[in-house]
C-alpha cells in the first residue's frame, strides 16, 4: 500500500476538504493522517464516532513521544480516532508551538506511514494532509517516502504559477532536478485541481501545458468539484445526501483514476468492512 501526502503552496485552496474527501471514498482501508505543522481542523469541524468530540491531545501529539523510542508501523493504531461515519484519523497537532516536539522525527513519520503495508493485522494506505508547504516546512521530509504527492490548487492565474513553481522546486528536492512530462519520478509529483465542472477539461489541459513548458516533472492527475454546499456536508455543517455532492462524485472519479494507473504497484486490497466508504459519502 502507499503513502500519498497531500499539499498547497499557499492560501487556503482546500487541502483538509480534499483529503477528507478522497479519504472518505478511498477504495481500501485508509488511514487520513493530519500532518500540517501549523495545526489540524479535524478536531474543531467533526465528531467522533462516539458522537462527542475528538480527543486533541490523542494523535500527532501523542505518537511524538512514542516515535522517540522508535515508531513501529502497527503502532500508528494506538492514536488514531474514528469519526462519525467511520473515517479513522490521526488528529494534527493543536497549534504550531506544539510541531517543535516533533523536530526530527518527520523521516520516522514518512517511514511509518510508507510501511503501514506491513502492519500484521491492520494494513492500510495513509492519506496525509500537510497543509500549506514552503522549502523549510518539516512536512516536507516526509516526501521521499510517499507515492504519490498530490499538489491542491484552485485555478487563479496566481493559484496555477505557484503551483507549477512548487512542483518544480519539489522535483529538484526529491528528483535532483527538473524532469520532462514523460519522466515518472518516485514519488510522482501530481496536481489536483479544485474547479467548476463545466470548465475542468479546458483547465486540464492548460495546466498541463504549463507544467510541461516549465518541465516541473508533474501533471494534473484529476480535477475536485469548487462545490462550497458539499464541503460543508462533509465537515458536518450541513445535511444533504453528501454522497450525491458533486465534491464526493468528483472524489470518487480522482480516486478511481489513481488506482487505475498506479494501484497495481501497490499491495493486495485490504478486505471486509475496514475497505468501505467511510463519513456517509457511499460508492
Known sequence: MALIALAADKGSPGVTT??????????????????DPAGGDLVYRSAAAHGGPLNPNTGMLSIAATARRGLVPDQLWDHVQPLSGGLEVLVGLGVAEQATGLAGLWPTLGRAFAQLADS??????????CGRISGDTP?????????????????????????????????????????GAATLATPLIGVILIAD??????????????????QTGAR????????????????????????????????????????????????????????????????
Not at 148 to 169: C, K, M, Q, Y
Not at 197 to 214: E, I, T, Y
Not at 260 to 279: D, L, M, R
Open 220 to 283: 494534473v492527475v484529476g480535477t475536485l468539484a469548487d462545490d462550497p454546499a458539499g464541503a460543508d456536508q462533509l465537515a458536518g455543517r450541513k445535511r444533504g445526501r453528501l454522497d450525491k455532492s458533486l465534491l464526493i462524485r468528483s472524489a470518487r472519479k480522482v480516486t478511481a483514476d489513481l488506482y487505475q494507473q498506479y494501484g497495481a504497484a501497490w499491495a493486495v486490497p485490504a478486505n471486509g468492512p475496514h475497505g468501505q466508504p467511510a463519513a456517509g459519502a457511499g460508492r
Open 197 to 214: 465542472p463545466s470548465d475542468s477539461a479546458k483547465l486540464v489541459h492548460q495546466v498541463n501545458d504549463m507544467l510541461v513548458a516549465a
Open 139 to 179: 512536512a516536507v521530509e516526509m516526501f521521499s517516502q510517499a507515492a504519490l504527492v498530490l499538489l491542491i490548487s484552485r485555478t487563479e492565474p496566481e493559484a496555477i504559477a505557484r503551483v507549477r513553481d512548487r512542483a518544480a522546486a519539489l522535483s529538484a528536492k526529491l528528483h535532483g532536478g527538473p524532469r
Open 18 to 35: 480534499a483529503a477528507v474527501a478522497l479519504s472518505a471514498v478511498w477504495p481500501r482501508r485508509v488511514l487520513l493522517a493530519e500532518t
Open 120 to 129: 500484521p493485522h491492520a494494513p492500510a494506505d495513509v492519506i496525509a494532509d
